[in-house]
């Protein structure tokens, strides 16, 4: 599978600030999707990462809280904005080779706000 | 009725037994199906994909998929301390989505 990395790492954030996290893949591929894992939460889909065009945003994220962008087939970048301590999570980018099949994460992006 | 249910455990094991974790889904059209393993402070990483119904064995991991019975499985053989993890349960909707749907996950501890 390809490689995926994603900065920062983890950061540390304060309350009403928007932070950026990127996620790079070493080879082009076709579905790149975000994920957030809540402390002692599974997995939640936020949105699918479009190249080219607007995401696709699940049941319960909008686009004004989570802006993303995928300019290439192996670039894409989230943005949570104007966070919230419940906005503390692990966030996670991953990628699927084709329509269907087996999905890879990133190392994840672990944010608290303060 | 959640969509993948997976008991929280944890799940306690003597080293070097087999460790069975079970995972039920509501979505009949399901036809694929997953199993990750994530680390605390990790991410999640796959560890097998099962796509037909019967046995799928990979190591010391065997998944078992019964789609009658909207169930799936995963063994591990000769359980190791190093296997102590969350392990997750993701069906494959087959919708125009084709979406993972991760369950809350199985805790498995594996004593020496």
């Known amino acids: 599978s390809a490689v995926i990395s994603q900065k920062p790492s983890r950061d540390i954030c304060q309350r009403g600030t928007s932070l950026t996290i990127q996620c790079q893949v070493d080879?082009?591929?076709?579905?790149m999707f975000w994920y957030r894992q809540q402390p002692g939460q599974s997995l939640t889909l936020i949105a699918t990462?479009?190249?080219?065009?607007?995401?696709?945003?699940e049941s319960g994220f909008v686009i004004d809280k989570f802006p993303i962008s995928r300019p290439n087939l192996t670039f894409s970048t989230l943005t949570v904005s104007n966070m919230s301590p419940e906005d503390s999570s692990i966030y996670l980018c991953?990628?699927?080779?084709?329509?269907?099949?087996?999905?890879?994460f990133g190392e994840g992006s672990r944010l608290t706000v303060l | 009725q959640k969509e993948v249910e997976q008991n929280s455990g944890p799940l306690s094991v003597p080293e070097g037994a087999i460790a069975s974790l079970n995972c039920t889904y509501s979505d009949r059209v399901s036809q694929s199906f997953f199993w990750y393993r994530q680390y605390s402070g990790k991410s999640p990483e796959l560890i097998m994909s099962i796509y037909s119904n019967g046995d799928k064995e990979d190591g010391r991991f065997t998944a078992q998929l019964n789609k009658a019975s909207q169930y799936v499985s995963l063994l591990i053989r000769d359980s190791q301390p190093s296997d102590s993890a969350t392990y997750l349960c993701?069906?494959?909707?087959?919708?125009?989505?084709?979406?993972?749907?991760f369950g809350s996950g199985t805790r498995l501890l594996v004593r020496p």
């Open positions: 991953s990628h699927r080779t084709g329509r269907t099949g087996e999905l890879f």
């Open positions: 080879s082009q591929v076709t579905m």
């Open positions: 990462a479009n190249q080219g065009s607007e995401a696709t945003y």
């Open positions: 993701a069906p494959q909707r087959v919708d125009s989505s084709y979406k993972l749907i």
